[in-house]
């Protein structure tokens, strides 16, 4: 009889976790307004949609002033170029797989969401999007 081989092992662990790993979290299926859009007016809300149930643990959006937005390494070292904008709060810790944030009258500008959400196994999982609001 052959002796199962470290390699078949390893095969075979790859084959049962792969599945479970890609089950586990609940990356974000869309979010609107959508990453890098230019919007003509302010938008009222911002809807999140994951693939499974999560719950949002902080979502932080910043108006980026101009001088900001046009220096990289500026805008990553000086957290005064940017306008944190004051959310409520009562979306947080809610679970499910659509979260709606109201938003106050945004005015014209480039906007950076930042969100950290936990997802029903418990892994946390973040990312960011950004929008514009042009001058009409």
Same mark, same amino acid.
Request: glycine share 4%; charged share 20%.
């Given at each position: 009889?052959? *002796? $199962?081989? %470290?390699?078949?092992?390893? !095969?075979?662990? =790859?084959?049962?976790?792969? $599945?479970?790993?890609?089950?586990?979290?609940? $990356?974000?299926?869309?979010?609107?307004?959508?990453?890098?859009?230019? =919007?003509?007016?302010?938008?009222?809300?911002?809807v %999140?949609?994951?693939? +499974?149930?999560?719950?949002?643990?902080?979502?932080?959006l910043? =108006? !980026?002033?101009?001088?900001?937005?046009?220096?990289?390494?500026? +805008?990553?070292?000086?957290?005064?170029?940017? /306008?944190?904008?004051?959310? /409520?709060?009562?979306?947080?810790?809610? %679970?499910?797989?659509?979260? /709606?944030?109201?938003? $106050?009258?945004?005015k014209?500008?480039?906007?950076?969401?930042?969100?950290?959400? %936990?997802?029903?196994?418990?892994?946390?999982? *973040?990312?960011?999007? +950004?929008?514009?609001? =042009?001058? /009409?």
């Amino acid at each position: 009889k052959e *002796k $199962p081989t %470290m390699l078949r092992h390893v !095969v075979f662990v =790859l084959i049962v976790m792969f $599945p479970l790993k890609a089950l586990s979290h609940s $990356p974000l299926a869309s979010v609107n307004p959508s990453d890098g859009s230019n =919007l003509r007016i302010s938008p009222s809300s911002i809807v %999140m949609k994951f693939k +499974s149930p999560a719950k949002l643990i902080r979502l932080d959006l910043s =108006l !980026v002033n101009d001088e900001a937005s046009s220096s990289f390494f500026k +805008s990553l070292f000086d957290s005064a170029n940017s /306008e944190l904008v004051p959310l /409520e709060k009562d979306f947080l810790l809610q %679970m499910g797989k659509r979260h /709606e944030i109201s938003l $106050p009258l945004l005015k014209n500008g480039s906007y950076v969401a930042s969100w950290r959400a %936990m997802s029903v196994d418990g892994h946390v999982i *973040k990312g960011e999007f +950004s929008f514009q609001i =042009l001058e /009409e």
